[in-house]
């Protein structure tokens, strides 16, 4: 199976991570192995990649974290989607589309 490169999607991981917040808070665990389950295992994301985003991200103030504890009692730190992080998600989106429409003109099938 061809995995996709991180070349390719570093410029979506953050909207994949907000398409995740935007259906609760969540954890950087959590959030991994989504993206892995989502993306059928083609896309794993390195935890450096997933934890400077969170970084680069709250402090765009697309998100913020807080602490918390798991059900085991294990603290972790969770992050949440702000207002300026779904605005930037719905402009990520009209992106995407835009791109998407481009490139299948220059992909031959």
């Known amino acids: 199976m061809t995995n996709i490169s991180s070349d390719v999607i570093r410029g979506y991981n953050d909207t ?3 398409y995740l ?3 609760g808070p969540s954890y950087g665990y959590e959030i991994s192995k ?3 389950e ?3 295992e083609k896309y794993i994301i390195k935890e450096t990649t997933l934890y400077s985003a969170f970084t680069r991200m709250e402090s765009k103030e697309l998100i913020t974290s807080y602490s918390g504890e798991s059900e085991s009692g294990k603290k972790r730190t969770y992050y949440r989607i702000t207002d300026q992080g779904e605005t930037y998600y719905r402009e990520r989106v009209d992106e995407w589309n835009l791109t998407k429409d481009v490139i299948e003109k220059f992909i031959a099938v």
């Open 34 to 36: 989504k993206i892995k």
């Open 21 to 23: 917040l935007r259906q």
């Open 38 to 40: 989502l993306s059928g």
């Open 16 to 18: 994949m991570i907000l």
